[in-house]
């Protein structure tokens, strides 16, 4: 009976354990993908220079970024020594990275490097990162991206990628952000992903489904997020024109699912733009 309650009492001090080790890795394992991909983790300067040659990881670089945004925000003098690279990354084949890079090259209007880069980019063949460069130059008193802002409020004619037969995934009324999947279009025996190059709803097919496309054709209509419109309307608070008042002004009466500071930013933009234009 002696041996029996000894390996009773064995075998249920090994199971305590390996509940207490399943329990721990529970909690582990988000941490550790929490303090991954947590873009808000501090980098020291060692490790936001090793970050930014990481090709292999464009989220790193990402994270070395808007690290460095913050350090720009605090007014931090050392962030100069990583400018050269924040301006070449300007050219980086990576999405993802120009889209980061365009933003936070807008947080030092002091640079001309920056401005001369964003202007650039106003070119880019993401039309997210034209945006995100358009309302950095709004930071520099530069209105060179005044159309990429204005489209921002406007519903977007996404174009197909590539020449096929459609076949939609998506219906009117759905919300996607950019990389989501709308659409395959086949190819020559091939189905090719379409997705989301910019935020918002999903207003209309133009295109009937299982019709062909040409490339570039518009295929869909997307109305702008809540997002885009407040950027929008914030940078035209500063570089707006009385042609822009007929998009401004439809946002002062409301869109749907929209909050009501839409309409409140829309109507002190409004009010900024008339100003400017009667004095």
């Not at 002696?2 to 009492?9: D, N, V």
């Not at 002062?252 to 929209?258: C, E």
């Amino acid at each position: 009976m002696m041996t029996e309650s000894r390996a009773g009492a064995s075998f249920g001090g090994r199971w305590t354990y390996a509940v207490l080790v399943v329990a721990f890795l529970f909690v582990l394992m988000p941490f550790l993908f929490w303090n991954a991909t947590w873009f808000g983790r501090p980098l020291s300067d060692a490790q936001l220079g090793k970050a930014l040659a990481d090709r292999a990881h464009p989220r790193e670089i990402q994270h070395a970024l808007t690290q460095i945004e913050t350090r720009m925000e605090r007014r931090d003098p050392a962030v100069g020594q990583w400018y050269p690279q924040i301006v070449a990354l300007a050219a980086d084949p990576v999405d993802e990275i120009r889209l980061t890079d365009a933003w936070v090259m807008g947080q030092d209007n002091r640079s001309q490097d920056f401005h001369a880069a964003l202007v650039r980019l106003l070119a880019d063949a993401n039309p997210m990162v034209g945006r995100n460069a358009a309302l950095s130059l709004v930071r520099f008193g530069d209105d060179s991206g005044h159309s990429q802002i204005l489209a921002m409020l406007r519903p977007y004619p996404m174009p197909a990628p590539f020449a096929g037969r459609l076949d939609t995934r998506l219906k009117p009324g759905d919300v996607v952000n950019p990389g989501t999947l709308v659409a395959h279009v086949e190819v020559a025996g091939q189905s090719k992903e379409v997705r989301a190059l910019v935020p918002g709803t999903l207003d209309r097919w133009l295109v009937t489904d299982h019709a062909e496309v040409s490339a570039g054709q518009p295929m869909l209509s997307l109305t702008p997020s809540e997002g885009m419109v407040w950027e929008a309307l914030r940078a035209l608070y500063l570089v707006g024109r009385t042609d822009d008042l007929a998009d401004v002004d439809r946002f002062i009466r409301g869109a749907d699912g929209m909050s009501p500071q839409i309409a409140q930013q829309a109507q002190a933009t409004s009010r900024a733009i008339r100003n400017r234009a009667s004095s």
